[in-house]
């Protein structure tokens, strides 16, 4: 469920760093005041004037050699120990920098199909992410908030990408794996209610329900913008008020509508353009039990599926000693 790890530990002695990372180190730029190397898919770098090491990548790719497989909450845990023991440092003073917590769907379709449904979050669009170098094909959209992003992407074409995988080899790979995932800063950690961040307390049992809650809780507001209305569900379908509505609704979740914000925020004031984001999103709301679409449904309900998986938490990771 953790994937991405950014964390810092301060009051790092040189001699630990030659003792414990000494075959991975690059040599010293004097320059730029760190030391890089990589060990078991994790980069650290060693700031020496500071005496601070920071420790970054992925957890899932540590623990599997690669971030498509299952990779469970008490997998990440594990995953942490074993930093800690190699390094013979405490987790209590690993300060979390950012983490990225997600989940792999797996899906009957091609993932872009029902990545092209995601709209929005809260009034805020989903919008392509930047293809990878050597590509300009789109394969996610991200939403990027304060403190924190929501990403929904092909995994596997990701994947195959990142690590150039040759055409023979990717039939072992496995078909339609969509991947959802929040990246969240420390800044935003605090702000959800946990005053200090830092590796040991990840291995409580709040961590593991608040990142669940967290993914739930997202994916329970996303809007899904192409799906169909059953218009004949709906109470006096034929008044014209419910015309009206539907219009309303069809320009509401067209691109249209972003152009008619922007009139808004540039030309007409600040209050009009916050009142029409506020009535989109009632509107929206409103019309939700009407609205019916596969690739919403498929994904929910696998997501759901998969969610179980990852959240198999132990209370004996509590007391584990590192």
């Known amino acids: 469920m953790i994937d991405r790890i950014v964390m810092q530990i301060k009051g790092v002695a040189p001699s630990l760093i030659d003792l414990k990372l000494e075959d991975v180190m690059g040599i010293f730029d004097e320059f730029k005041g760190k030391q890089i190397g990589v060990r078991n898919s994790l980069t650290y770098t060693y700031y020496k004037s500071r005496a601070i090491l920071k420790i970054e990548g992925s957890l899932h790719k540590f623990v599997k050699e690669n971030n498509y497989e299952l990779f469970t909450y008490s997998e ?3 995953a942490l120990q074993e930093i800690a023991s190699f390094l013979e440092i405490p987790l209590s003073v690993f300060r979390i ?9 797996p899906v009957n379709e091609l993932p872009i199909r029902y990545i092209e449904t995601i709209s929005e979050y809260k009034g805020n669009k989903f919008i392509p992410m930047t293809p990878r170098t050597g590509t300009n094909k789109i394969y996610g959209r991200r939403c990027k908030l304060s403190g924190y992003e929501i990403k929904f992407y092909d995994k596997i074409a990701d994947y195959i990408r990142e690590k150039k995988i040759k055409v023979a080899d990717r039939e072992r790979l496995p078909k339609n794996l969509l991947r959802y995932e ?5 800044k935003q950690l605090m702000t959800f209610g946990f005053p200090d961040p830092t590796a040991e307390n990840l291995l409580k049992r709040r961590y593991a ?14 809007v899904f913008t192409n799906d169909m209305v059953d218009y004949s569900k709906i109470p006096d379908c034929s008044s014209k008020v419910l015309q009206n509505r539907i219009k309303r609704y069809i320009f509401a979740v067209s691109d249209g509508y972003d152009r008619y914000l922007a009139y808004l925020k540039d030309y007409v004031g600040e209050n009009e353009y916050k009142k029409a984001k506020r009535s989109k999103i009632r509107l929206i709301k409103s019309m939700h039990p009407f609205l019916y679409g596969k690739y919403e449904k498929e994904l929910k309900e696998r997501f759901v599926e998969e969610i179980a998986k990852v959240h198999d938490y132990k209370r004996a990771v509590k007391s584990k000693k590192v």
């Open 76 to 78: 990440a845990v594990t």
């Open 97 to 105: 920098n950012s983490i990225e917590i997600g989940v792999n769907i």
């Open 182 to 186: 929040i990246k969240l800063s420390r």
């Open 209 to 222: 329900i608040f990142c669940v809650y967290l993914l739930r809780s997202i994916m329970k507001d996303i």
